[in-house]
């Protein structure tokens, strides 16, 4: 079985907010996949929907808990399911450190100042388990943090987004298929020498 989390805010004013990249991904594999439609969990705190690949359960989740809380669900998930967060976990969030739209898979990593990566990484006691990351790009100088990741995408960024988001889900599926290792060679680029941060 794998878990596919995605990452974001819930409730329509976060709709389409850099911070909310995580549940546009997960959007996506749902549509490409043909996934069931999401619906609330009676079990778990999320909205869920399920699918299979290669033989293979996957359960795609959207936690109901805010972002920094976002352990509550994916812990919840992991004990009810009693799966294993190294391999059996997906964790798919926004990145302020990656240029717009750029993806960048790991199999551990910090939390990079993400506050669901953080809480998740508190809540499960460890930092291996994979991640699909998606760039929103880097905060300007007249915002805030909070205020960066909580804007919405500018009508020139939205097509740069979308593309990334549809390349995030095949990521994920190419990752149910065939593994993480696949998944990073094939989707995930060299840093430019003035680009290396983000959660590694």
């Known amino acids: 079985m794998l878990i596919v989390v995605g990452l974001g805010n819930p409730g329509t004013e976060y709709t389409g907010t850099r911070h909310n990249t995580g549940f546009m991904v ?9 996934a069931s439609n999401f619906r609330a969990s009676k079990d778990l705190r999320a909205e869920i929907s399920e699918v299979r690949i290669g033989g293979e359960k996957v359960l795609i989740m959207k936690p109901v808990t805010f972002m920094n809380l ?3 669900a994916v812990l919840q998930a992991v004990n009810y399911y009693k799966v294993d ?3 059996e976990l997906v964790v798919v969030c926004d990145d302020i450190h990656l240029d717009m739209g750029r993806i960048r898979i790991r ?3 910090s939390d990079g100042g993400h506050n669901g990566l953080k809480d998740i990484m508190g809540k499960l006691g460890t930092n291996n388990f994979p991640r699909v990351r ?3 790009g880097e905060v300007p100088e007249r915002f805030s943090q909070v205020d960066w990741v909580l804007s919405r995408f500018t009508q020139d960024e939205t097509g740069i987004m979308e593309d990334a988001c549809v390349k995030a889900a095949k990521a994920i599926e190419v990752m149910a298929m065939d593994g993480i290792d ?4 094939q989707f995930n680029e060299k840093p430019t020498p003035e680009k290396k941060g983000g959660a590694d």
């Open 26 to 34: 997960v959007d996506d594999f749902v549509r490409s996949t043909m």
């Open 70 to 72: 976002s352990g509550d």
């Open 134 to 136: 998606v760039g929103v």
């Open 85 to 87: 967060p190294l391999d």
């Open 107 to 109: 199999k551990k990593g």
């Open 182 to 185: 696949r998944a990073m060679n």
